[in-house]
């Protein structure tokens, strides 16, 4: 189980456990409510507050399951829009594939990239971007350097290569870019 599922159990158990906690009270007043009173005469306000204070507490028990429940069909099911935007760019590669053998190369080649640019634009609409790295200046925070060079070409930390392109994710970096970076 991951931490998160971890959490989510505690929170149910607990919730569970204060729900149960309410229905107890409840019903304990209820048996009191029923006994005479022997020790001490009620005070009517009090109560009320006390049957207040469980309805409340009740409330907030099923609060916290549907909140909890609300959170885990939004984690099921949030990439649902992503999903139907790239089911389009899946029938693309069906069709190519059935026809790779009957179209000419060249043609099959402009197919693939036309499907490529598909799908990099829904992508692009669920807020990827790639990272610019050939020429720029290194940062460790987008770019991973897997080699170094000697280069008179370019100034010192400077990308001179890009080995496999990086993503952002609504500018948070999702994959740096593996670089080579001059010395």
């Known amino acids: 189980m991951t931490k998160k599922q971890v959490d989510e159990a505690e929170l149910k158990d ?7 906690q309410a229905e107890a009270q409840v019903e304990q ?3 009191k409510a029923d006994q005479p009173a022997e020790e001490k005469p009620v005070d009517p306000e009090e109560e009320a507050l ?17 909140v909890e429940k609300e959170k885990a069909d939004i984690y099921r099911l ?42 990099m634009n829904v992508l692009v609409n669920a807020g990827l971007k790639e990272i610019e790295a050939d020429g720029k200046p290194f940062d460790h925070n987008a770019h991973h350097a897997v080699l170094t060079e000697e280069s008179d070409e370019y100034d010192s ?3 001179t ?4 392109k990086g993503y952002k994710l609504n500018d948070k970096v999702i994959r740096p870019a593996m670089v080579k970076v001059s010395k």
């Open 161 to 164: 290569m890009v080995l496999q």
């Open 14 to 20: 607990q919730a569970a456990a204060a729900e149960d």
């Open 78 to 119: 949030g990439n649902e829009k992503l999903m139907l935007e790239l089911l389009p760019v899946l029938d693309n590669i069906d069709r190519a594939l059935d026809h790779a053998n009957e179209s000419p190369k060249e043609k099959f080649v402009e197919g693939v990239e036309m499907i490529m640019n598909s799908l």
């Open 50 to 66: 006390n049957v207040r204070f469980m309805r409340l507490s009740a409330d907030f028990a099923n609060f916290k399951k549907r």
């Open 157 to 159: 930390d400077t990308v």
């Open 29 to 31: 007043d209820a048996k």
